[in-house]
């Protein structure tokens, strides 16, 4: 992950149109998704986790904490200090049925938790995820609706 290169992303996600439909773009192992109300780009993503032995696992979450605490102090240089959001309860939501905001419904499916700033009347978020134990841990930037 480059800092720099991914606080120009930040910047440049809070002011981008969302798309009008939801979008998938595959890189590598990785995956950012998009759609009304809401963007998420991988900025960090690990290797796959196919029979890898558990201190593989650990060792890849090590490292994408490492480069989570890096932006967020990068980002909270720019932005002031993050709000921590969890997203443990819009999981519950969802399960339920319940309709949530957009960014809330796709970040629930693979992270738990987010530092979040509120900018131009959109929510910027940084979390690590992980859509499956077997997928890549990536570290995302979020932006959207909340």
């Given at each position: 992950?480059?800092?720099?290169e991914?606080?120009?992303?930040?910047?440049e996600?809070?002011?981008?149109?969302?798309?009008?439909?939801?979008?998938?773009?595959h890189?590598?192992?990785g995956m950012?998704v998009?759609?009304p109300g809401?963007?998420i780009?991988?900025?960090?993503?690990?290797?796959?986790f196919?029979?890898?032995?558990?201190?593989?696992w650990?060792?890849?979450?090590?490292?994408a904490?490492?480069?989570?605490?890096?932006?967020?102090?990068?980002?909270?240089g720019?932005?002031?200090?993050?709000?921590?959001?969890?997203?443990r309860?819009?999981l519950?939501?969802?399960i339920?049925g319940?309709p949530?905001?957009?960014?809330?419904d796709?970040l629930?499916?693979?992270?738990a938790?987010a530092?979040?700033?509120?900018r131009?009347?959109?929510?910027?978020?940084?979390a690590?995820g992980?859509?499956d134990?077997?997928f890549p841990?990536?570290?995302?930037l979020?932006?959207?609706?909340?």
């Open positions: 992950m480059n800092v720099d991914s606080l120009d992303l930040a910047e996600l809070v002011r981008r149109d969302y798309p009008p439909a939801r979008v998938e773009r890189l590598g192992p950012d998009s759609g809401y963007q780009v991988s900025v960090a993503v690990s290797d796959v196919w029979e890898e032995p558990a201190e593989r650990d060792e890849a979450w090590r490292q904490e490492e480069e989570r605490g890096q932006l967020v102090a990068a980002l909270s720019r932005w002031g200090p993050p709000r921590p959001r969890s997203f309860a819009d519950e939501r969802a339920r319940e949530l905001p957009p960014l809330a796709v629930a499916e693979f992270v938790e530092d979040t700033w509120h131009h009347g959109r929510s910027v978020c940084v690590l992980q859509w134990k077997e841990i990536q570290l995302v979020a932006v959207g609706e909340l």
